[in-house]
């Protein structure tokens, strides 16, 4: 069974602080992976995606990602109160089809504290 | 990014009513539509998978008698969830991609809430 595991948190940080967010795959089969912010009584939006190990930056965000380990994560640098949110972790099984299923974990949420 | 659209936004019907929810890709032709159901404080579920032109593909334990897809055109697919009861309360997201998106990216709508007395 395809599973995406996440700390459920709450994860709580200052503002400014590096907020730092955990995803592990059951499914060796995966090749994509998704971070997608989810606000309260909203729909997800896609913050970044990786496919090949090592890190990946995008302004404030940096996904991190490690097939060994069946790993990754998400850092958020100088954290701001509209980051506080849930952070979705998604894997796909496969980079090259539009008919690929996402699996999403339960979602990490994720507060910063003016 | 690409924009999809969900109507309503919210519903609020009696038990044992049908209830029809569209999902709209207004800037591309989605060959693919996803369907999800998210529970309060869950994660999403996906419930079913649809192609343009062809029947949907149902995740295992999702009644198809009950959530019918239809997916006519490449800009809109409906979910219909028929004899709605309380237990089928919940934010239903679509999702819409295409072979020619980058990465594959699913573009989310913006959900509707389904409460059903």
């Known amino acids: 069974q395809k599973e995406v595991e996440q700390n459920s948190g709450p994860l709580s940080v200052p503002e400014g602080a590096i907020a730092s967010l955990n995803c592990t795959y059951s499914d060796r089969v995966s090749q994509s992976f998704f971070w997608y912010r989810q606000y309260s009584g909203k729909s997800p939006e896609l913050i970044m995606s990786?496919?090949?190990?090592g890190d990946k930056e995008d302004g404030r965000f940096t996904a991190q990602l490690n097939k060994a380990s069946q790993y990754v994560s998400l850092l958020i640098r100088d954290s701001q109160p509209s980051d506080s949110a849930t952070y979705l972790c998604?894997?796909?099984?496969?980079?090259?089809?539009?008919?690929?299923?996402?699996?999403f974990g339960k979602g990490t949420l994720l507060t910063v504290n003016p | 990014g690409a924009v999809v659209s969900q109507h309503p936004s919210w519903v609020i019907c009696k038990s044992g009513t049908s209830v029809k929810i569209e999902c709209r890709s207004l800037?591309?032709?989605?060959?693919?539509m996803f369907w999800y159901r998210q529970f309060p404080k869950q994660s999403l579920m996906l419930m079913a998978t649809?192609?343009?032109?062809?029947?949907?593909?149902?995740e295992q334990g999702v009644e198809k008698d009950k959530f019918l897809i239809n997916h006519a055109s490449l800009t809109l697919s409906t979910l219909t969830v028929t004899s709605a009861h309380p237990e089928d309360s919940s934010f239903y997201i679509c999702?819409?991609?295409?072979?020619?998106?980058?990465?594959?990216?699913?573009?989310f709508g913006p959900g509707t809430r389904l409460t059903v007395l």
């Open positions: 990786i496919y090949s190990n």
């Open positions: 649809s192609n343009e032109g062809s029947k949907a593909t149902y």
């Open positions: 998604a894997a796909q099984p496969y980079s090259g089809g539009s008919n690929y299923k996402l699996t």
């Open positions: 999702s819409a991609t295409s072979r020619q998106v980058i990465d594959n990216e699913q573009f």
């Open positions: 800037d591309f032709q989605a060959t693919t």
